[in-house]
């Protein structure tokens, strides 16, 4: 299984950022796709994720209302559409899959994508 993530980049306080990851080789209908984020010193963050079938989704408190997760089935790409960015945003930001049971908990992925920075200045 491969994930590319791509989308990272510097912005502003307030500005948006979507950030794509596509994936391959392996059927995805059980699983769930979802992003982590990481900062110098502090332990991986779940942000997002959505069931691949079913299309349920569940975000953090902290990006609640300013993040939006979605997946194009055709592309097995997922998206991670961040909006009203704040500097505490800034992080490496993942993505991952799970074949199991759509948790919070970072070891319970299975599989990882290299990760895109994402800075926000203020």
């Known amino acids: 299984v491969q994930l590319q993530a791509s989308g990272g980049g510097l912005v502003q306080t307030g500005d948006s950022l979507r950030l794509s990851c596509s994936a391959s080789g392996r059927t995805f209908d059980d699983d769930s796709m979802g992003w982590f984020r990481q900062t110098p010193g502090k332990e991986r963050e779940f942000v997002a994720g959505?069931?691949?079938?079913?299309?349920?989704?569940y975000y953090s408190d902290s990006v609640k209302g300013r993040f939006v997760i979605s997946r194009d089935k055709d592309k097995n790409t997922v998206y991670l559409q961040m909006n009203n960015l704040k500097p505490e945003d800034t992080a490496i930001y993942y993505c991952a899959i799970t074949v199991g049971v759509l948790t919070f908990v970072p070891v319970e992925w299975d599989w990882w994508g290299q990760g895109t920075l994402v800075t926000v200045s203020s």
């Open positions: 959505i069931k691949w079938t079913a299309g349920h989704i």
